[in-house]
């Protein structure tokens, strides 16, 4: 089974810049997570979509980050204009559709490490 | 205040020994669960294992155990007979309640930085 794709790998750009980062979830997996991890900390979650719908967007900065994900399958995140606090490794992850009870770990893919100068 | 709390910054073991890592956590719910990841170097977070809170048993899977102290609100990763493998960041971190509406990102604590020396 494949695991959750993220591109790109790294990234560098200018403050007041922008980028956008790609997420392909595994396949099935209608829910989709997008973290921000920065140096020494723990993830933070940014946004999370159920199929095409954000059902948590609590903790976006939405005067610069954007997301969105057509077709309930790839999502892409976007910063508009960066800042220096925007460099992180920000981490797209899926999981099956949220039940009351039992576990369904989130699989994480292996991030997009952003710097920005 | 902190949901999550790991106060461990970075621990150093012998390999073959058994290490704990700290996990204290803080909510209102009744329904919540916990979970541990592995961070290695290259950055992708591994599930390890996961403890709901209705669960009477501690979880177990292969090496690693969860001691699970609900009314300390305590969840401490056990890891067996340590690997030079095994070094990593690891994180502990707790989805509450199923709110119907779906929202259930996981809230991360800090992390332990786990060194297995040989």
């Known amino acids: 089974e494949a695991g959750v794709a993220q591109s790109p790998r790294y990234k560098i750009i200018e403050k007041r810049q922008s980028v956008a980062f790609w997420c392909n979830p595994i396949?099935?997996?209608?829910?989709l997570y997008w973290y921000q991890q920065i140096l020494g900390q723990g993830p933070k979650l940014l946004i999370q979509?159920?199929?095409?719908?954000?059902?948590?967007d609590s903790q976006l900065p939405k005067d610069r980050f954007s997301a969105e994900r057509l077709k309930g399958v790839d999502s892409t995140l976007k910063i508009q204009p960066a800042k220096l606090e925007d460099s992180a490794v920000y981490l797209c992850?899926?999981?099956?559709?949220?039940?009351?009870?039992?576990?369904?770990?989130?699989?994480f893919g292996p991030g997009t490490r952003l710097t920005v100068t | 205040a902190q949901k999550i709390t790991q106060t461990q910054p970075g621990m150093f073991v012998q390999e073959k020994e058994a290490v704990t890592l700290d996990c204290t956590y803080d909510?209102?719910?009744?329904?919540?669960?916990l979970f541990w990841y592995k961070q290695p170097s290259s950055g992708e977070m591994i599930f390890l294992i996961y403890?709901?809170?209705?669960?009477?048993q501690n979880a177990t899977e292969g090496r690693y155990s969860l001691n699970f102290q609900k009314a300390r609100k305590s969840a401490n990763l056990v890891i067996s007979a340590s690997q030079l493998g095994d070094s990593a960041m690891y994180f502990c971190?707790?989805?509450?309640?199923?709110?119907?509406?779906?929202?259930?990102?996981?809230?991360f604590g800090k992390g332990t930085h786990l060194i297995i020396q040989p």
């Open positions: 992850a899926s999981s099956l559709i949220p039940r009351r009870t039992g576990a369904y770990e989130q699989y």
């Open positions: 396949s099935g997996h209608a829910t």
């Open positions: 979509f159920q199929n095409n719908g954000v059902v948590d």
């Open positions: 909510t209102s719910d009744q329904s919540y669960g």
């Open positions: 403890q709901g809170s209705y669960d009477e």
């Open positions: 971190a707790m989805r509450e309640r199923y709110s119907g509406g779906g929202a259930d990102g996981l809230t």
